[in-house]
């Protein structure tokens, strides 16, 4: 796995990911930025999102369940200090769908963030505290 990141001006950059998707970065005025894409820390956390979101979806789709949205809202606290690193994330799963059984709910969550999130679990292992909750909604 590869990735390239160009400055562009200011603390704008453009990222390329190695299967060739571009995104920019960038910082807020008071730092040089435009504020014309997410800051990096907020791509982690998006990152983070993404692969737990991937885990539970394919886990629920194995178990055959009629899921017909998957929503995990991401929040995080940072240390105070230089490096201001994340201290807590919590994500929370909205999923909707038909006939959803808690179980395979909790179960899905439970296996992403004990078991197959590299990013959850590379973060929890770096000493970030990370929890997960979710909600159900019948459609």
């Not at 997410?38 to 983070?48: A, S």
């Not at 809202?73 to 038909?98: C, L, M, N, W, Y």
Request: aromatic letters at 6%; glycine letters at 10%.
């Amino acid at each position: 796995m590869q990735a390239s990141v160009k400055w562009t001006d200011g603390r704008q950059f453009v990222a390329e990911s190695g299967s060739g998707h571009s995104v920019v970065i960038d910082g807020p005025p008071d730092h040089g930025g435009r504020n014309t894409g997410p800051r990096p820390m907020e791509m982690l956390l998006m990152g983070l999102g993404a692969c737990t979101s991937f885990d539970v979806l394919e886990i629920l789709e194995k178990s055959r369940a009629d899921v017909h949205d998957c929503v995990a809202k991401v929040e995080a606290e940072r240390a105070d200090s230089v490096p201001s690193v994340f201290t807590k994330i919590h994500v929370h799963f909205t999923v909707s769908g038909k006939n959803l059984k808690e179980k395979q709910v909790q179960r899905a969550v439970e296996l992403s963030a004990d078991k197959y999130c590299s990013a959850s679990i590379m973060l929890g292992k770096g000493g970030v505290e990370i929890s997960h909750s979710y909600t159900i909604v019948e459609d």
